[in-house]
């Protein structure tokens, strides 16, 4: 799916769509430039899953943890990391987090992740930006 967001409450709105279709054990990877709107669109899908207290970017702190009242939501960004440097924060745990969703900001520093999983492509174009979403999330049909 390809949208224009004209505007920072475009880019919240679709957040909290994808929150509010989000289940437990789902993850979403935010590619895009600084200021492309990852952190913003994180704050729409925190509001999806029920979190209504401050929403900010985990750039030094690595990550922050909002608790809706659907689930909880692991907000990961990996910016400061170089690729290997993932081992120390705990991402197999997070993801079988049954309780909860990870959404992981530039997730180029990790390398690989599981192949079901949802991807937003965010990138400044005029009036506003440009969003990508693809759904990995696809579960086997049962026969």
Do not use: N
Request: proline share 4%.
């Amino acid at each position: 799916m390809r949208l224009l967001l004209r505007s920072e409450p475009e880019t919240v709105a679709l957040g909290e769509a994808l929150g509010r279709c989000l289940s437990t054990g789902d993850l979403i990877l935010l590619f895009g430039e600084l200021g492309a709107g990852k952190t913003t669109l994180v704050r729409g899908i925190a509001r999806g899953i029920g979190f209504r207290g401050r929403v900010s970017s985990p750039t030094f702190a690595l990550a922050h943890v909002y608790r809706g009242r659907r689930m909880v939501l692991h907000h990961l960004d990996l910016y400061r990391l170089k690729a290997g440097e993932t081992g120390e924060l705990g991402l197999d745990e997070l993801l079988a987090d049954q309780r909860g969703a990870v959404v992981v900001e530039w997730p180029q520093a990790a390398g690989r992740w599981p192949a079901r999983r949802l991807e937003v492509r965010l990138a400044h174009c005029r009036p506003g930006r440009r969003a990508v979403v693809t759904d990995r999330r696809k579960r086997p049909s049962k026969s």
